[in-house]
Nanobody, 121 residues
């Protein structure tokens, strides 16, 4: 069974930076796409950034030029470097991991528990 564990959230002033990490642990045949989603109070969960196993990336328009997603395939870990943070970036950030299970070779998708990012003005 695969689990995703996030770290790195916290409180930062506007214009500051934070780096989130998410490590996928457990047995899987492969880990494919890894990504970050966020959910602000009263809003739906939205994609922030995603990265494929080959390094192809996808970003929400609101974070382009400020956030950078990367991954370490050897450690099944994904990172989100967040610069020039704004108060509207305040949300719970969730890691998303997609892949193929080790035994049944079926699709798997797991979510982390979420980490709170608060940006003060």
């Amino acid at each position: 069974q695969v689990h995703a564990v996030e770290s790195g959230g916290g409180l930062v002033q506007a214009g500051g930076s934070l780096r989130l990490s998410c490590a996928a642990s457990g047995r899987a045949a492969s880990i494919n796409e890894m990504g970050w989603y966020r959910q602000a109070p009263g809003k739906q969960r939205e994609l922030v950034a995603a990265i494929g196993s080959g390094g192809d990336t996808n970003y929400a328009g609101s974070v382009v030029g400020r956030f950078t997603i990367s991954r370490d395939n050897a450690k099944n870990t994904v990172f989100l470097q967040m610069n020039s943070l704004k108060p509207e970036d305040t949300a719970v950030y969730y890691c998303n991991v997609q892949g193929i299970t080790a035994h049944t070779y079926t699709y798997l998708e797991v979510w982390g528990q979420g980490t709170l990012v608060t940006v003060s003005s």
